[in-house]
């Protein structure tokens, strides 16, 4: 059984060295190789959490999670695409950058404008 790559708002790390984009890609397979599941989960009010599945490609990272018929407020490096969001690869950034950027815009773009944020008490 894996695990995911955040609960309760606290990241494992997975690789912080800078790599181009078929490294970044490489990376992130090997992360699910060793048994880390691609999910991160975000503690809301009354127990439940925001669940981000993450899956890549030769693009970048996509993203997806239950809107609950909420709107998101991503900054413009998120895009749309084929019904997930996207944060493309940039080989200035290692695979713990970019998933933390993935978390940081799902909470400052879904879970904060959306009065959904909790500290976990």
Known sequence: MGRPLFINNTPHTIGTQIMNNT????????????GIIPVIEIEIPDGDFV????????????????????????SGIIEDYNSTYMLPWDEDYSLDAHINNVYEEV????IIPNNLYTDGE
């Open 23 to 34: 490294e970044l890609l490489q990376a992130y397979n090997n992360m699910l190789e060793s």
């Open 51 to 74: 669940t981000v599945t993450i899956t890549a490609d030769d693009l970048g990272m996509h993203f997806d999670f239950d809107q609950m018929d909420l709107s998101t407020h991503f």
């Open 107 to 110: 909470l400052e773009g879904f």
